[in-house]
């Protein structure tokens, strides 16, 4: 959702805040702001557009100033518009805040700041008025963010300034936070990779903390009197890779990395992996549980397990609560979240009455922090927003849990290194040429459909999210075995219908030719050519990790199919990478 990087030290702070605001844009970008210290007062400078073009447009980096904050919004409450991107002041421009989260409860709160000067539709505007209303009456600083913080519900961090404080202030309330520790002064940020460049030293900051920091100073204090210990921890990832390297997108890129980092689960350590997998085998039901992609995951993960005779069932994150009279003590959970900030996860946390493992990408997540087991998943830091690299080892990881539950984790672990003996063969310019050629055929389509049965099916799930995310074509996944119960009405001359073949058996060509007779054009993604399909990418077989090529095919296909329709795919319009809010 919104991102926000703050910075107060020795040091000026705009170059620090330029450079970091480009690594939070994955969060929002529909509108950028930030503040700054001139002369004593608080400028601010804000409009609608990406950083880079308000950056410009303002000619920002020609500041100089000890502290500041800059943010990039994701709007949820009020229209993308300049008065209502961040920061958001008070009646006098005095006190700036910028914000993370929903304030629940904004509406009843503006009313109760009658008299005060409302130029936004935000919910966020009423943090700073409340904040002068505070002051107004004798409060500390301090004490009047203790008051702020008990009145607003739902989940809120954010960042402020005020004319002539040396402080700034941070305050955790279930949006991510950390804090950095630099050299010559304090970064406060919605995420590690923004002030990666300047300091590895990281403080996880935990909810109702609030962080006073200032050029020379920095202090924690917790306004739900919680005593949790704040450890500074070293980050142990490259600033290189937060960088496209030779790649024209993020997404690319991370599309590429796949297959390095499939190679590197050869020397994993498997050790929670297997202790998963034994708390798997004992539990009485296994929930598997994600949003999006993480999702698509998840019904794969619980899929496998079905099939190993476990009793497994995924859920997707909204629809938690509804699962939660069903729960019991010895279940066990599955949460999986590249961003470990999912607020669907977060909210339902707490109903989860069994045994909780994290499939988690984020160090220092909230979820990563509040489950008994966190399986890391290795991708490394994903800054394109559709998910690709972290879905694919979140899936590896299925496999092999789901191969030590069953016993075949030596058979399963010589199938991973034959995919990864012939995975090549997806990135030679043969396969290239082909997968850019039905992006060619498929930039102009209205609607696209991926078909699949088994295994098959949730590859096409993802397939067809993938589509729609970053190339803004209505895609649709539908069971090959279910087809005939109602899609098949869909299908007409020319439709196109991708098909992902894990295995090549006959119900699935059935199926297919179904669709055949009725005009559809089919493609199929399979490990053997098929009289049926008008077009074919071979993938190479690969046993229990057969899904791997497809989803990179999948992959490949969406990206291409965007970047012909001239998308940026790595920032599609509407969507964030974590998704905070409910
Ligand atoms: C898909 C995508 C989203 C996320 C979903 C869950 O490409 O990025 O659907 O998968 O928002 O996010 P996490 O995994 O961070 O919980």
């Known amino acids: 959702m919104c991102g926000i990087i703050a910075y107060s030290g020795k040091d000026n702070a705009v170059p620090y805040l330029v450079d970091g605001i480009k690594n939070l844009e994955y969060r929002g970008y529909d509108s950028f702001g930030c503040a700054l210290i001139d002369k004593g007062n608080i400028i601010v400078r804000k409009d609608v557009g990406d950083t880079a073009s308000v950056l410009n447009k303002y000619r920002i980096i020609k500041n100089f100033s000890n502290q500041g904050m800059f943010h990039t919004r994701w709007a949820t409450h009020g229209g993308i518009s300049k008065e209502n991107a961040h920061p958001l002041t008070d009646c006098k421009g005095e006190i700036a805040v910028v914000h993370n989260g929903i304030i629940e409860n904004w509406q009843d709160i503006k009313v109760s700041l009658d008299g005060h000067r409302f130029v936004s539709q935000t919910d966020t505007e009423v943090i700073p008025h409340l904040l ?47 804090l950095g520790l630099g050299k010559n002064g304090f970064f406060v940020s919605s995420d590690i990779p923004s002030f990666l460049k300047y300091t590895n030293k990281v403080v996880f900051l935990h909810d109702g903390d609030l962080v006073v920091f200032n050029q020379n100073s920095v202090r924690i204090k917790n306004l739900l009197n919680k005593k949790d210990k704040h450890d500074v921890h ?74 190993s005779g476990i009793d497994a069932i995924a859920i997707q994150g909204q629809d938690i609560q509804n699962f939660s009279r069903l729960f019991e003590r010895n279940d066990v959970f599955v949460i999986i979240s590249q961003s470990g900030e999912t607020a669907d996860l977060i909210r339902s946390l707490q109903l989860m009455k069994g045994f909780r493992i994290g499939i988690i ?38 496999e092999m849990i789901n191969s030590y539950a ?16 012939n995975l090549y063969s997806l990135f030679v310019p043969s396969v290239l040429s082909a997968i850019k050629r039905i992006a060619e055929e498929l930039k102009d389509d209205g609607d696209i459909f991926y078909v699949g049965r088994d295994y098959g099916y949730l590859i096409s799930l993802e397939g067809a999210l993938k589509m729609k995310e970053v190339s803004y074509i209505h895609a649709e996944a539908f069971d090959l075995s279910t087809i005939k119960h109602g899609p098949l009405a869909l299908i007409s001359q020319g439709s196109k219908v991708i098909a992902a073949v894990t295995e090549p058996v006959e119900e699935t060509f059935y199926g297919l030719e179904e669709i055949k007779a009725r005009g559809g054009h089919i493609i199929g993604i399979s490990p053997s050519n098929s009289t049926v399909f008008d077009e074919f990418v071979h993938v190479p077989e690969a046993g229990v990790f057969s899904f791997v090529p497809l989803v990179i095919v999948a992959q490949l296909i969406s990206y291409y199919t965007a970047v012909k329709r001239g998308i940026n795919p790595d920032k599609p319009r509407n969507l964030a990478k974590s998704v905070t809010v409910n």
Do not use: C, W
Request: aromatic content about 8%; charged content about 25%.
């Open 132 to 178: 002068e209303e505070r002051l107004s009456r004798g409060d500390s600083m301090e004490r009047a963010l203790r008051a702020v913080f008990n009145e607003i519900k739902g989940a809120s961090s954010f960042v402020v300034m005020r004319k002539g404080d040396s402080n700034m202030y941070a305050v955790k309330h279930g949006a991510p936070l950390v």
């Open 406 to 421: 069953n016993g075949s984790s030596e058979s399963a672990m010589h199938d991973l290194k034959l995919l990864n003996l």
């Open 234 to 307: 070293t980050v142990d990832i490259s600033p290189g890779s937060l960088d496209k390297g030779k790649y024209r997108h993020f997404m690319l890129k991370e599309i590429n990395e796949q297959s390095k980092l499939l190679k590197s689960f050869e020397n994993y350590d498997f050790s929670k992996v297997r202790l998963a997998a034994s708390k798997i085998r004992s539990a009485h039901r296994v929930y598997l549980v994600g949003a999006g992609s993480s999702f698509h995951a998840a019904a794969y993960g619980a899929l496998i397990l079905r099939k």
């Open 361 to 398: 990408n984020t160090e220092g997540s909230y979820l990563s922090r509040n489950v008994d087991l966190v399986i890391n998943m290795m991708a490394g830091i994903e800054k394109a927003v559709a998910a690709t690299k972290s879905f694919m080892n979140t899936m590896v990881l299925l």
